[in-house]
Nanobody, 123 residues
Framework: VQLQASGGGSVQPGGSLRLSCAAS????????MAWFRQAPGKERQFVAG????????YYADSVKGRFTISKDNAKNMVYLEMNSLKPEDTAVYYC?????????????????WGQGTQVTVSS
């Protein structure tokens, strides 16, 4: 599985960004897709996840109500719509995939990573 993340940038507090993750490979419907982020000097943390073959999105408490994860199976794309951005959302964002049948939130459980995309929220 290969993952390619894009869509990062700089935005003012309260603004919005949409990240995209292009996935390729075999048996993508066996995977749970997730977004993680890593701020300078901090550990990588879970942001949002979704089953490739289903719906059931799930989120970190810090982004619930502001971020939305979605997918387009026809295009093999996973998206992260980020609204009401805060300075503390500043980080490098990564998409990840794990062959799983249940929720996963630990970076160490990720089987495949895309390259990161920088999100900066600042006035």
């Amino acid at each position: 599985v290969q993952l390619q993340a894009s869509g990062g940038g700089s935005v003012q507090p309260g603004g919005s960004l949409r990240l995209s993750c292009a996935a390729s490979g075999r048996n993508l419907n066996w995977y749970v897709m997730a977004w993680f982020r890593q701020a300078p000097g901090k550990e990588r943390q879970f942001v949002a996840g979704i089953w490739w073959s289903g719906v059931n999105p799930y989120y970190a408490d810090s982004v619930k109500g502001r971020f939305t994860i979605s997918k387009d199976n026809a295009k093999n794309m996973v998206y992260l719509e980020m609204n009401s951005l805060k300075p503390e959302d500043t980080a490098v964002y990564y998409c990840g995939a794990r062959m799983a049948s249940d929720y996963y939130t630990r970076p160490s459980e990720t089987n495949y990573w895309g390259q990161g995309t920088q999100v900066t929220v600042s006035s």
